[in-house]
């Protein structure tokens, strides 16, 4: 298994390089050069597994044996997704009205970044050890990945981490679960602008070849290939306990199975994407808030970026650049590395593309797509919690909109991603004039130390957060090769 840029300028490079990378040299994304078939027996085969069991084996179609021996992956996942909250590590919530939502934030951050973000940094401390490496993660976030990226890595001897999100747009329990982390191997940054504006001066240190090279930079967004390689799994088993696969009759035609996802940055809709282009008969639905992009993309082709980013109940998913919608685009246009270099530097340049008719029909064959407001959001958290007594989050509120206003095809399962757990949105909960009981891992935030430095907003933000970053990388790196660890305050 190799691979290469979703811009054509980088072949060949395997599971190691990409892992300890971000974009590709060329500012593109990394894909497998070809994708697995899923064959009906594989899948029957796979669904009595544990879903780290599931993991390991959907890893081991993108990971050689040479890398990682299998007894070392087996042993890497199982320690990755050991320290879930339910013995399943994830968790299905079967509710009125057909309404199925496959629970994935039973993590120490309570998202779904942690199932991928765990295993990923398990994989990077592995090579990193093994060739007695360091690395320096470099992490822009929404909410929820810097937390996630914090809590995987922290206390790691062989990698520092540099989180920066943007300050007064997220929960108070996503900025905290950043900001008490103290330990040396931590560095958070406090920006003033959107998750978008923080993208532009990462998306330059990125393209800094002399900065990456000397400092081993990577990222852990999910520009980073191996989280969207374990999301492929929670796909996979949705279909393996929602579709009816176990009901259906030997060489009849797989059952489908709608799967309805909260939409950002669109790794999870790309995760579902490659996992339909591996066999699985998936109907994907992309649901965003009022940065609509996603949406307007499918609807009509219009991938253009709204003036600003609307500040919604749904934060994590407050994104107007998605920037895994390039793999997507990749994907559907046949691998065309030109196209979607042309695209995407366009796009990054006039922050507005029109797609190629042909790549537009593709598209919309295979998602159909949506948008919410935050009253709808307020409306379905109401309805779900006065329906089940069960409560969402804002973002899983986003895609079980789309189930309470169209409901299913008619012999085809479907299934909500619950990205979330509530208890990180006491605002929005309050707002629907809902209640919930705070986990203490939660309430203890509240007691803990805090840190942090800031990006403040001037005239030339962009590249003053630049200098300023990458003078704390070169720091960082300068203080690590010393033998010592960077002193902050």
């Given amino acids: 298994m190799q691979y290469c840029s979703t811009r054509g300028g980088v072949q060949g490079w395997d599971f190691q390089d990409v892992l300890l990378s971000g974009y590709a040299p060329d500012g593109g994304m990394f894909m497998p050069e070809t994708l697995p078939t899923l064959t009906p027996d594989t899948l029957r085969s796979w669904s009595s597994l544990s879903y780290p069991q599931l993991v390991t084996e959907v890893c081991s179609l993108f990971i050689p044996t040479e890398l990682i021996p299998r007894a070392d992956l087996d042993g890497l996942v199982s320690a990755a997704l050991s320290g879930f909250a339910v013995p399943g590590v994830v968790s299905l919530a079967r509710l009125k009205g057909g309404l199925c939502v496959l629970e994935l934030f039973h993590g120490e951050t309570l998202a779904f970044k942690d199932l991928a973000m765990t295993c990923t940094v398990r994989f990077l401390d592995y090579f990193l050890r093994k060739e007695s490496r360091r690395a320096i993660v470099l992490v822009g ?19 520092d981490v540099v989180v920066v999100y943007p300050r007064g747009r997220i929960t108070l329990v996503q900025e905290k679960q950043m900001t008490t982390c103290l330990e040396d191997n931590i560095h958070v940054f406090a920006a003033d602008g959107s998750s978008d504006d923080i993208d532009v001066p990462i998306r330059r240190l990125f393209s800094d070849q002399e900065l990456v090279k000397q400092h081993s930079l990577m990222s852990l967004n999910s520009v980073n290939w191996s989280r969207v390689m374990v999301q492929l799994a929670h796909f996979i088993y949705a279909y393996l306990h929602v579709s009816g696969l176990e009901q259906a009759e030997m060489g009849a035609p797989l059952p489908a199975l709608e799967m309805v996802v909260p939409t950002g940055g669109a790794g999870n809709i790309a995760a579902g994407c490659i996992v339909k282009q591996m066999g699985i008969p998936l109907c994907l639905v992309a649901m965003t808030n009022a940065n609509d992009i996603v949406h307007r993309t499918v609807q009509s082709g219009d991938f253009s970026m709204a003036t600003n980013v609307t500040q919604t109940m749904a934060p994590a998913i407050d994104i107007q650049d998605p920037y895994n919608m390039e793999r997507v685009f990749w994907l559907l246009s046949g691998r065309d590395g030109a196209l979607v270099k042309g695209m995407m530097e366009e796009f990054q340049h006039s922050h507005r593309h ?32 006065k329906e089940n007594q069960y409560l969402l989050c804002p973002h899983t509120a986003v895609a079980v909109w789309h189930h309470y206003h169209y409901p299913p095809t008619a012999g085809v399962n479907r299934c909500c991603i619950a990205t979330a757990s509530p208890a990180k949105f006491q605002a929005a909960v309050q707002k629907a004039g809902l209640t919930l009981d705070l986990p203490e891992a939660v309430r203890a935030l509240d007691k803990m130390s805090t840190r942090y430095l800031a990006l403040e907003w001037g005239q030339d933000w962009g590249k003053d957060w630049e200098c300023m970053l990458k003078q704390h990388i070169q720091a960082i790196g300068s203080a690590r090769q010393r033998g010592h660890s960077l002193q902050k305050t």
């Fill in 141 to 159: 976030t929404s909410g929820d990945t810097g937390g996630s990226a914090i809590q995987s890595a922290r206390g790691l001897g062989g990698v």
């Fill in 354 to 385: 029109t797609l190629p008719e042909a790549l537009h029909k593709q598209l919309s064959q295979v998602l159909t797509a949506g948008a919410v407001r935050d009253e709808g959001i307020v409306e379905t958290m109401q309805r779900c919690w």
